[in-house]
């Protein structure tokens, strides 16, 4: 059983659409973290939450909006997305970001962009 | 930014028998982490082993073992009495400050 909770396990929505993709952890942890993964290919860090505070933001396009509502919870606002978009989203979290503690991954989100 | 290396991109064993799946890396801090993470294709990262770099002794976790050779950056994973359970992807991954480095990763089919 997964320790990371994300919500859903798979989307499609259309270029004009709004979603949000939602993560849960009730581990007492104080990192979040999103990141895109494209077939075969390792994660790419979008986005790290430090204490609730956004710390990275690897240059994502603004259409991606995070937000940390509180210390269990990372959502991951989507607009107006591009087919290229199209990608698995996982979010994990670590027991603070500079502990060299190991990172729990979700099930991710499998998302479609029509 | 550290650089992870994993130049297998595909490798193949026979169920029951050993492979080792290779990881290099750059790092310019003193005292490190490494993790071996594993994706079956149902999608979650799974935590396979972690190595502190301090330490001498090479870890293990039943049938995974790594071969750690700090001076020459390696972190290679070898996996014993291989299972068709152990068919994924495998990445290496490097922490630095607040982020995780991840190689380019391993697909490994097990051949029954």
């Known amino acids: 059983d997964t320790e990371v909770t994300q919500t859903p396990k798979h989307l499609v929505m259309g270029m004009t659409n709004k979603k949000s993709l939602k993560c849960e952890q009730h581990?007492?942890?104080?990192?979040m973290y999103w990141y895109k993964q494209k077939a075969k290919k390792p994660p790419e860090l979008m986005f790290v939450?430090?204490?609730?505070?956004?710390?990275i933001n690897e240059s994502v396009p603004s259409r991606f909006s995070p937000e940390c509502p509180n210390s269990s919870l990372l959502n991951l606002h989507l607009h107006a997305l591009q087919p290229e978009d199209s990608a698995l989203y996982l979010c994990?979290?670590?027991?603070?970001?500079?502990?060299?503690?190991?990172?729990?991954f979700g099930d991710g989100t499998r998302l479609s962009i029509l | 930014a550290q650089t992870v290396t994993q130049s297998q991109p595909e490798m193949s064993v026979q169920e029951a028998e050993t492979v080792t799946l290779s990881c290099t890396y750059d790092?310019?801090?003193?005292?490190?982490?490494l993790f071996w993470y594993k994706q079956p294709p149902s999608r979650q990262m799974i935590l396979v082993i972690r190595?502190?770099?301090?330490?001498?002794q090479n870890a293990t976790e039943n049938r995974f073992s790594v071969n750690f050779q700090k001076a020459a950056k390696s972190f290679s994973l070898k996996i014993s009495d291989s299972q068709l359970g152990d068919a994924a992807m495998y990445f290496c991954?490097?922490?630095?400050?607040?982020?995780?480095?991840f190689g380019t990763g391993t697909s490994l089919t097990v051949i029954p």
């Open positions: 939450y430090s204490y609730e505070k956004l710390s």
């Open positions: 581990m007492g942890h104080r990192a």
């Open positions: 991954a490097v922490p630095t400050g607040n982020q995780f480095y």
């Open positions: 994990a979290s670590s027991q603070d970001p500079y502990s060299n503690q190991p990172q729990h």
């Open positions: 190595q502190e770099a301090y330490k001498q």
């Open positions: 790092t310019s801090e003193s005292d490190y982490y």
